[in-house]
């Protein structure tokens, strides 16, 4: 059985960085399409990131694109998300995601059938 665990989650302040990790264990992912999902306090959970095994694609929020970068290490069956120029509406609770399949859109919940238990990231202004 595979678990996904994030790491890296805290407290910032605004203009800040932060680095998620989430590591896999059970099985290599390397073959996976693997992102991020965030949900913030009494909204809905939305996509954040993902990055496709060929090529290493990368899809990002409009919210997010430019200040933040999805990235893996396969040899560590890892995936990563750089977060940079943080702002308070980024607080949330972030969580890493994986796939195996190879059609569907990868910016939904239903298309990811791997899922960790979620890192805090909060912002201060």
């Known amino acids: 059985q595979v678990q996904l665990v994030e790491s890296g989650g805290g407290l910032v302040q605004a203009g800040g960085s932060l680095r998620l990790s989430c590591t896999a264990s059970?099985?290599?992912?390397?073959?996976?399409?693997m992102g991020w999902f965030r949900q913030a306090p009494g909204k809905e959970r939305v996509f954040v990131a993902a990055?496709?095994?060929?090529?290493?694609?990368?899809y990002y929020a409009d919210a997010v694109k430019g200040r933040f970068t999805i990235s893996r290490d396969n040899a560590k069956n890892t995936v990563y998300l750089q977060m940079n120029s943080l702002k308070p509406e980024d607080a949330a609770v972030y969580y890493c995601?994986?796939?195996?399949?190879?059609?569907?859109?990868?910016?939904?919940?239903?298309?990811?059938?791997?899922w960790g238990q979620g890192t805090q990231v909060t912002v201060s202004s």
């Open positions: 995601v994986a796939s195996d399949y190879t059609a569907g859109s990868v910016s939904t919940e239903t298309f990811y059938h791997m």
């Open positions: 059970g099985r290599t992912l390397s073959s996976s399409v």
């Open positions: 990055q496709l095994p060929t090529f290493r694609r990368s």
